[in-house]
């Protein structure tokens, strides 16, 4: 079955430590994309990509850093410089890069990994 | 001004109701507009999307926009209790916004 596979489900982050969330996709997308929920306040935008090689900031990017080696797999890493790393992350990918964040086909989301402070 | 604003809800009704789930937009030269539907901790499912010219059909879901308004909609007629989710409205602008989603529980 074709899908966005994100591992793992739930992580624990200690004070000072840097930890990495998995993204996997085998839709064959170019774009990927990953986004933080938090009650109240909707899906924020923290980094895109839209080609391998090649990734972009997102509205709130700060403490955090992507990488995209492969087109299948797009990591997130959350940094000890993240002061609020709490929250619900969900990646998502799209068939056809446009301009900016944006693509002319709708994302397709993984189940989310959350992410909470020890 | 947030792109896209949506009701949080909560919103419970009968089954069997018609149900209406609505965002209101800020910028009208959106491309197109989706509605996703999360069940609790898991990702969004894309439900539809359609353009910001027309409205858009499927079974029991219709999506409409009201561009003089700036109003999206999503319809769920003869809802089911397997509706119960929170529902998110979409638009795209240069990047995707999201509504904050609408809780809704279907009671049997």
């Known amino acids: 079955d074709g899908g966005i596979t994100q591992s793992p489900k739930y992580l624990f982050r200690k004070e000072g430590q840097n930890v990495t969330l998995s993204c996997e996709q085998n839709?064959?997308?170019?774009?990927m994309y990953w986004y933080r929920q938090d009650p109240g306040q909707g899906l924020r935008l923290i980094y895109y990509s839209q080609i391998v090689n090649d990734f972009q900031k997102g509205d709130i990017a700060e403490g955090y850093s992507v990488s995209r080696e492969k087109k299948e797999s797009f990591p997130l890493t959350v940094t000890s410089a993240q002061k609020n790393p709490t929250a619900f992350y969900l990646c998502?990918?799209?068939?056809?890069?446009?301009?900016?964040?944006?693509?002319?086909?709708?994302?397709?989301f993984g189940d989310g990994t959350r992410l909470s402070i020890l | 001004q947030k792109e896209v604003e949506q009701d949080p809800g909560p919103l419970s009704v009968p089954e069997g109701a018609i149900v209406s789930l609505n965002c209101t937009y800020s910028n009208s030269a959106f491309q197109y507009f989706m509605w996703y539907r999360q069940y609790s901790r898991k990702g969004p499912e894309l439900l539809m999307y359609?353009?910001?010219?027309g409205n858009k059909e499927d079974g029991r879901f219709t999506a409409q926009v009201d561009k003089s308004s700036k109003y999206i909609s999503l319809f769920i007629r003869d809802s089911q209790p397997s509706d119960s989710a929170t529902y998110l409205c979409a638009i795209l602008i240069n990047q995707f916004y999201f509504g904050t989603g609408t809780s809704l529980t279907v009671i049997p």
């Open positions: 839709l064959n997308h170019d774009a």
């Open positions: 998502a990918s799209s068939t056809h890069p446009g301009q900016g964040a944006g693509s002319n086909q709708p994302q397709h």
């Open positions: 359609t353009y910001s010219s």
